[in-house]
T-cell receptor, first 114, second 114 residues
Framework: AQSVTQLDSQVPVFEEAPVELRCNYS??????LFWYVQYPNQGLQLLLK??????LVKGINGFEAEFNKSQTSFHLRKPSVHISDTAEYFC????????????FGKGTMLLVSP | DAGITQSPRHKVTETGTPVTLRCHQT?????MYWYRQDPGHGLRLIHY???????DKGEVSDGYSVSRSKTEDFLLTLESATSSQTSVYFC?????????????FGPGTRLTVL
């Protein structure tokens, strides 16, 4: 079974600073990777996904992530954060194309302060 | 936004009582999922469905049952609620193979078992 590790439970950062949220997954022949964001008292919203092709994936709200197969990582980055980016971020993995269940990490709380 | 509603949105109940949570979708998606979210655990899959009357267990299925008699409705039942089932419950849906496992989430149900 797949597993996902989000190395930081909380990441505090100042507004306009860059940020990286780390995600590692257990190795598999092929994986499909996702980052979701959860704003307070809301459901989860897809930020971006890696299925195949270019290892650099761009998502909504200026976020991007890089798939690194040798390091089994899929870290999320943003060059300049806003107060409104304060939310919890979840990394998820699937090891089957098409229909499959997702395995989620435990989440990283991004706290952006002025 | 994907058409997913959950009811009720909040519920307080007592230990030992039965509880049913409803997920309703208007997207005609084949796959539906129930997750629970607890601090420090991320999202954990309870049960999922891959069609009408086709369901399977997830990671934390003990104490829960599900039913899907129509494409649009997926019910989660706690036969005899316990305090350990206090949580936020999310329903998610996904389409067919072309959607590459992207799941769309409902707004959640906050359940408190006293």
């Amino acid at each position: 079974a797949q597993s996902v590790t989000q190395l930081d439970s909380q990441v505090p950062v100042f507004e306009e600073a860059p940020v990286e949220l780390r995600c590692n997954y257990s190795s598999s022949v092929s994986v499909y990777l996702f980052w979701y964001v959860q704003y307070p008292n809301q459901g989860l919203q897809l930020l971006l996904k890696y299925l195949s092709g270019s290892t650099l994936v761009k998502g909504i709200n200026g976020f991007e992530a890089e798939f690194n197969k040798s390091q089994t990582s899929f870290h999320l980055r943003k060059p300049s954060v806003h107060i409104s980016d304060t939310a919890e971020y979840f990394c998820a993995v699937s090891d089957q194309e098409g229909y499959s269940t997702l395995t989620f990490g435990k989440g990283t709380m991004l706290l952006v302060s002025p | 936004d994907a058409g997913i509603t959950q009811s009720p949105r909040h519920k307080v109940t007592e230990t030992g009582t039965p509880v049913t949570l409803r997920c309703h979708q208007t997207e005609n998606h084949r796959y539906m999922y129930w997750y629970r979210q607890d601090p420090g655990h991320g999202l954990r899959l309870i049960h999922y469905s891959y069609g009408v009357k086709d369901t399977d267990k997830g990671e934390v299925s003990d104490g829960y049952s599900v039913s899907r008699s129509k494409t649009e409705d997926f019910l989660l039942t706690l036969e005899s609620a316990t305090s350990s089932q206090t949580s936020v419950y999310f329903c998610a849906i996904s389409g067919d193979r072309d959607s590459y496992n992207e799941q769309f989430f409902g707004p959640g149900t906050r359940l408190t078992v006293l």
